[in-house]
């Protein structure tokens, strides 16, 4: 369980040191990074996702231990839809790139508990 919450802060902080960066590089103004969603299919997608994750976070911390994995599977889903959202549909608009940056943080993630389970067990 300690090494889910390690991974988690590592994402987070990389993730917001990477961003930060990128959007000084990119020049990625702060109009580009308030609008959250691009269309309604965005939005309740999204929200959907959001929802399928947190139960499985639940289930798999509390019920299911071998399916813990599925913690970072789900957000990288999550940040893969966002990614192909705001690609396709805001025209001009390069914020995508830091969600898809965030998705592969958790597919590293993903990588690294498989790797760190197979290891203590």
């Known amino acids: 369980m ?8 590592g994402i987070l902080i990389l993730d917001q040191l990477i961003n930060r960066r990128l ?5 990625i103004t702060e109009a580009e990074l308030e609008k959250k969603y691009v269309n309604n299919p965005h939005k309740y997608g999204e929200k959907l996702l959001y929802s399928i994750s947190f139960i499985v976070m639940f289930f798999a911390i509390y019920e299911f231990h071998q399916l813990r ?3 970072f599977i789900g957000m990288a889903a999550l940040f893969a839809f966002r990614t192909l959202m705001k690609w396709k549909h805001a025209e001009g608009n390069r914020s995508y790139i830091l969600s898809s940056v965030t998705c592969g943080l958790f597919v590293v993630g993903a990588v690294v508990y498989a790797v760190s389970h197979v290891l203590i067990t």
Request: charged fraction near 10%; hydrophobic fraction near 75%.
């Open 69 to 71: 994995i599925f913690i």
């Open 2 to 9: 300690f090494v889910i919450i390690y991974i988690m802060a």
């Open 23 to 27: 959007i000084k590089r990119l020049h």
